[in-house]
């Protein structure tokens, strides 16, 4: 059921770029400028992680380059630390992004890491099925992940377009939200340090630390 | 012998129990206010009890469940795995398709019935699974999701020993199910009491392993798992109850901040 739904989507995906007319509409262009937008990403991501002959620190570096450039990290940061934003003093904001900005740009390249095969062309490895629009400049990319040896992921990527610039900020994985997960978590620990923001900057401080 | 059946009859005891403390609870819930997991709110109001549960079945899983679910891991091969995953989920058929039927989903009944008919015969008793290509793909639902379907709100976060997160509502869809398993009873009215711990304990150990990325994932990468944990689980069974749909303009707002700082200097 699902399988077919998205191999609907995936065909319909495939006629509104080919046939639409003109009329038919910017949604449809949003949607493949943001399919393009990924597969153009998760394209240069696998490129990047699949160098031979490059020592790993390089490979890291050219990685987070290319996540600075693809996400809105700091939007994601920003998103991430919820209502507890305008509680945080200028300083600590200041404080808070630096340190959450290393901290997304790990998480993030950990999981890519993770989840792409090293010895898989990126065509076979991430599969655009579908794209819908979510409001005014929200566009969801649907596409699945197939690792090497598991059952393939699903990955929607919520791509953000302020004028014709694209960045990613929210990556849903099997609908679980990564900025939900960690905006909640945040709140925890701020919480549970009495509701102090400085909570959780001692906690990320010690994280950066150890990592 | 003897002991077996008696611990599966304190299992089921407690399972009552925890089943009949449940029912009202849940119900309490539905007073307060309906939370998605979106929400800053945790709803978590035994988070003492829960991280001390938490607390214990951390070292539970070091001392025994991965260490249990590593050797089951590299002792069967691959394929021997899946098989018994096959067989697992297979078993439990006669489940889904009830689950599909009380929540009204006759596509997922259908699916789930065809699945169990298919890979019965076709795939020798469930060890493999032919049915998932010929377009008849694995659905997980359970009692819990069902309750959810009908609109019990999840009520309270819950953390159960060995079996890890949960709520009132999930807990009590286990306990419901641990009483209307087919397999099991049918198991148990024939002297076969062991068939329902050992495929509780299989089953575990191939969830360990199922869960195994998602587990080092979070202690890896996280400053609270426990808050992690949970908030991983209550969004995957909001999308479960939806059949993984999107939610009906209850997504996420992801609003355009005002007051967001450009990129600090590195």
């Known amino acids: 059921m699902t399988r077919r739904f998205f191999l609907a989507c995936a065909a319909l995906l495939a006629i509104a770029g080919w046939a639409a007319p003109p009329a038919l509409a910017q949604s449809a262009d949003r949607g493949a400028a943001g399919a393009k937008f990924i597969q153009d990403l998760g394209q240069r991501a696998i490129g990047v992680l699949t160098q031979q002959n490059v020592s790993r620190d390089e490979i890291r570096r050219e990685f987070r380059a290319i996540l600075q450039e693809g996400f809105d990290v700091p939007y994601i940061g920003r998103f991430v630390l919820g209502r507890y934003w305008q509680q945080a003093t200028p300083q600590q904001q200041q404080e808070y992004l630096q340190l959450v900005e290393r901290m997304i740009v790990d998480i993030y390249a950990d999981r890519f890491a993770q989840y792409a095969g090293q010895d898989l062309a990126v065509d076979q490895n991430l599969k655009i099925l579908g794209t819908r629009a979510e409001g005014e400049t929200d566009t969801i990319v649907s596409s699945q992940i197939v690792p090497a040896n598991a059952p393939p992921v699903a990955v929607d990527w919520r791509v953000r377009d302020r004028d014709g610039r694209r960045k990613v900020i929210d990556v849903a994985v099997e609908n679980v939200s990564m900025s939900v997960t960690q905006r909640n978590e945040f709140a925890s620990v701020i919480q549970r340090g009495g509701g102090q923001v400085e909570a959780l900057l001692q906690a990320l401080r010690q994280r950066v630390r150890a990592g | 012998m003897t002991s077996l059946r008696t611990r599966t009859s304190f299992g089921r005891v407690a399972a009552l129990v925890l089943t009949l403390l449940a029912m009202p609870l849940a119900g309490c819930a539905t007073a307060g206010r309906e939370t998605t997991a979106a929400a800053d709110d945790a709803n978590d109001p035994l988070e003492g009890l829960n991280r001390t549960v938490y607390g214990f079945n951390q070292i539970a899983d070091f001392l025994i469940i991965n260490p249990a679910a590593e050797i089951y891991r590299t002792v069967l091969p691959d394929p021997v795995e899946r098989s018994v995953r096959n067989f697992l989920r297979n078993l439990s058929s006669p489940l ?86 087919p397999v099991n009873i049918l198991a148990e009215n024939n002297g076969y009491g062991w068939v329902p711990i050992t495929r509780g304990a299989t089953t575990g150990l191939d969830a360990r392993n199922e869960y195994r990325g998602v587990i080092d994932d979070v202690r890896r990468n996280s400053i609270d798992p426990y808050a992690q944990f949970r908030s991983l689980y209550r969004q995957r069974r909001a999308s479960e109850i939806r059949d993984g749909r999107s939610a009906p303009g209850g997504t996420t707002e992801f609003p355009e901040f005002e007051d967001t700082p450009a990129t600090p200097a590195r």
Request: glycine share 18%; hydrophobic share 40%.
């Open chain 2, 96 to 181: 889904v398709l009830a689950n599909q039927l009380l929540q009204g989903d006759w596509e997922g009944a259908k699916n789930a019935g065809s699945r169990f008919v298919i890979n019965t015969v076709g795939g020798v008793g469930g060890l493999f699974d032919v049915a998932d290509g010929m377009g008849y793909p694995y659905q997980h639902e359970d009692f819990g999701q069902t309750l959810g379907v009908w609109g019990l709100p999840e009520g309270a976060y819950l953390v159960l020993p060995i079996l890890g997160p949960s709520s009132l509502r999930d807990a009590t869809g286990i306990g419901v199910e641990w009483f209307s398993d």
